[in-house]
């Protein structure tokens, strides 16, 4: 019984250093069968196949560092200590081991699937980490699995280099600055995390001057405003403003208002006029009349808006084509904030 076992030890550990040097698919079961000093029919009484031979030993390395980083960081008293020792271990993991190290790193593609992440795995150790700390209020709310990611990421990569040999000697000194990133990684992603609402607000802000001819020679602004009160004065007579009016569009440096890109320079906002057709002195079935301003030459905005209007008065009994002023007389409005 002692011979078998120590037979499948020397197998797994000739195993790993073939794989981790060469990849699965480069070792053959007569590789590794010679490695170890056997023949290929004792190695079938551990394994069935190379592929259940690399599942076995990624699966045992896995969950083994799995449980030994969820024991590490239930030991630190709080969320820094528990990342610093959780970093330590993977770098002195790295050192003590680097054929396992590697051969982890090179086959999860093709063997973590096969694993699976549910039980005591490197993630979820450090998800439960940061979710524990996210609860106890030591750092901000955070996704667990995306700042799991960030901080194997930083880890794994920095082993990368090392196999590929653009970094040299051994890890664990480097696990203090690797610990301090992975907790400068968190913090941003809390950072984010609290002002995701602040951004969209900002992007629905922004998404306002989207229609603005900013690729127009002589833009040098961009203006959206928004009038949602006050009344339209045409000679003695005062149009409430019930619908918001928008302009819109860029401003040349003379303070020129130039047209938006989709044509809505003035919004076709249609205000009720006051006393319908009695009040404009016009016979007709259906009172309602509605007035919408719309430009009738160029508009100007410096410290106040200057606008070119002429009315669309709207009423069946009117047409399609009545106007107060026209493109080439339109009547002066000046929009003055108060």
Do not use: W
């Amino acid at each position: 019984m002692a011979r078998t076992v120590g037979v499948k030890a020397k197998v797994d550990r000739v195993a790993v250093a073939l794989f981790a040097a060469h990849g699965i698919d480069g070792v053959s079961i007569a590789d590794i069968a010679a490695a170890a000093g056997i023949s290929q029919g004792a190695l079938y009484r551990h394994y069935r196949s190379k592929e259940a031979l690399a599942t076995q030993l990624f699966e045992s390395a896995y969950r083994r560092i799995g449980g030994e980083l969820a024991a590490l960081a239930a030991a630190q008293p709080d969320f820094a200590r528990r990342i610093a020792a959780m970093v330590e271990h993977f770098c002195a993991l790295y050192d003590r081991d680097a054929a396992l190290f590697r051969f982890l790193l090179i086959a999860q593609h093709d063997l973590l699937p096969r694993v699976g992440e549910a039980g005591t795995t490197p993630v979820a150790a450090l998800e439960r980490a940061i979710a524990d700390a996210s609860a106890a209020g030591e750092i901000a709310a955070v996704d667990p699995t995306g700042g799991a990611a960030a901080i194997m990421g930083i880890v794994l990569q920095t082993a990368l280099f090392h196999i590929y040999g653009r970094l040299r000697g051994p890890l664990l000194p480097r696990a203090p600055a690797l610990a301090q990133a992975g907790l400068a990684a968190i913090a941003v992603l809390a950072s984010l995390a609290i002002a995701a609402p602040a951004m969209a607000g900002l992007r629905n802000d922004l998404r306002k001057f989207s229609d603005c001819p900013y690729n127009t020679f002589g833009v040098s602004k961009c203006v959206y405003s928004e009038t949602t009160s006050g009344v339209f004065k045409l000679g003695k007579g005062e149009t409430p403003i019930t619908v918001p009016v928008v302009i819109q569009g860029g401003i040349a440096g003379n303070g020129e208002l130039i047209a938006a890109t989709d044509g809505n320079t003035l919004s076709k906002s249609a205000e009720p006029v006051p006393g319908g057709l009695t009040g404009l002195g016009v016979p007709g079935e259906n009172e309602e009349v509605t007035a919408t301003a719309e430009l009738a030459g160029p508009a100007f905005l410096t410290g106040e808006a200057i606008l070119n209007l002429k009315a669309h008065l709207k009423n069946p009994s009117l047409g399609e084509n009545c106007f107060i002023g026209s493109d080439a007389a339109g009547k002066v409005c000046r929009f003055i904030n108060k």
